[in-house]
């Protein structure tokens, strides 16, 4: 399989310098390369079919684009991207997401909405050419071609899922350019069609085997459903709870395949995230990187440190000194929970293997660097609970989730980022199962979670941390989440969900009340240009 990633990364890698650059649905795609003199055989069908998947990459994983992860994490409860001193104010845009006091005119908006939809304009130019391929000159089947439409469909199903998520009321465009100035679409349409292509191509899928890592596979598919209908009351009025229970259950059994051979729980909390995560069983959908291949999984800019946490970890990459973790959600874990000391780096932070501090280069300037649980000046004797414009370089918890492993590990930043795993479809299957019995937790439900949760604990402390029908409430399971799935993307769709987006409180964050943030506004621009889009309420 190392050999296998290796070459695919080396191919996407070659895809994202052949096809650099973002582009309007309106532009004619492949313009140097057309479908007449590139498709000659399987392997330059498969490089078409990639694209729309390595341009995913840049609005959905957290590798310095502004794109769903970015909004959805900066708009949330766990994650702030905080001025610190000199660094980090950035025209205001971090803070205005954290207060949810953003206007129609952000810039980062705005480069999120041209990312995602040259991401649907990639999709439907590919969707073009596989359609009406000439398959005996590629040398392959009508069966293949057919799921590899199925494929490129599912995938486009995914990007309107994470478009409706932000804006709700959203174009369906599935040509290329037609019509030039799509109108919106309530969300309940944008829904149906989502599910419709998801239903009507997910079981045409392969399944998901090693071959599979970095492409759509059918437990991707079947995750995705199990998502979209655990989303459903929200984003189309009606609550599908049992759709999304018997999609989870899909994946639970392995009926959509597996990584391993067999699906199950990682044992290992660290298992998921580490630089040989392919081999997780627990992993369903994930972007092969991988720095031997020339196309690594780049976390740095925005979770590392400046180049002083280089010395602590022993990698050759330093970051921005950018997101941090939101005191309060820091403090939701437990002392003994294992995460919290895994998941993050806090306290004083020492050279690699060694009892020598990291020393600060800003507020701390020749002392020694400690993270602390505080967004405030303290390097000036401040108190209180601070703010998003107070930051010093040593505010607040930091990301430690995903491992690279030390500069001479032979596997040194091979790690995949991880889009859905396991874990995610206990979690949804135990939600659903309580929504359906009014909210309070059945058997069923808190033998999931506590099969997830038991991975944090040691045995000694296990017996008194085990949920029960009575302490698994529903704002325990969503505090849960958060402390399960922190810095993968999630939170403010799940925010959402429980009705805490616009009315819960963390840290500096004061309530709105105001449900029309649960959608960001369309881009101003994008109004001003396209009369046929309708603006979201409260915009």
Known sequence: MKNIKRIYSIAI???????????????????????????NNKLEVMQGVLRPFTHMQAWLAPTGQNGFY????????????????????????????????????????????????????????????????????????????????????VMRAY??????????????????????????APRSEVFEFVK??????????????????????????????????????????????????????KV???EGGSLTGAMGLDPDINGPFRNDNHNSPENIFQFAFSRQGGFSFGWGGFFMGYSNMSEALNVTYSGWNAFVVIPSAFDAYKENDVRKKEWFLFGPQYK??????????EEYDGEPLVYVNTIRRNSEGATGEGSMTEGEENSGARFNKYKSGTKDDPDYQENDYIIYRLTELYFNKAEALMRKNGGQATAEAVALINESKKRAFSDEDW??????????????????RGREFIFEGKRRTDLIRFGKFTTGEWWDHEPSSDPNLELFPIPEIQVNSNPNLVQNPGY
Request: a negative charge; proline letters at 4%; hydrophobic letters at 35%.
């Open 13 to 39: 890698a070659l895809l994202v310098l052949g096809f650099a650059g973002c582009m309007d649905l309106s532009e004619t795609f492949y313009s140097e390369l057309s479908k007449d003199n590139f498709y």
């Open 70 to 153: 970015y909004h959805s994490e900066s708009a949330a409860d766990q994650i702030a991207w905080p001025q610190k001193g000199r660094h980090g104010y950035d025209g205001g845009d971090h803070i205005r997401l954290h207060y949810h006091t953003w206007t129609a005119n952000e810039p980062r908006m705005r480069s999120a909405w041209s990312l995602m939809w040259s991401g649907v304009g990639y999709v439907n130019a590919i969707l073009e050419d596989v359609e009406s391929l000439d398959i005996e000159k590629a040398g392959m089947t009508e069966e293949e071609r057919q799921s590899i439409i199925s494929e490129v469909k």
């Open 159 to 184: 990007h309107y899922m994470r478009l409706m998520d932000m804006w709700g009321n959203v174009p369906i465009v599935t040509k290329v350019g037609e019509p030039l100035s799509p109108p919106t």
């Open 196 to 249: 419709n292509e998801l239903e009507e191509n997910v079981e045409n899928l392969e399944p998901l085997s090693q071959e599979l890592v970095g492409r759509v596979s059918k437990a991707a598919g079947y995750t995705m459903l199990s998502e979209l209908y655990l989303n459903a009351e929200k984003w189309n009025g009606t609550p599908m709870w049992d759709e999304s229970i018997a999609y989870a259950d």
């Open 252 to 254: 639970i059994n392995g």
């Open 352 to 361: 690699y293997q060694s009892n020598e501090p990291v020393i600060g280069t």
């Open 463 to 480: 017996a008194s941390e085990a949920y029960t029908t009575a302490t698994l409430t529903l704002d325990e399971l969503l505090a849960e």
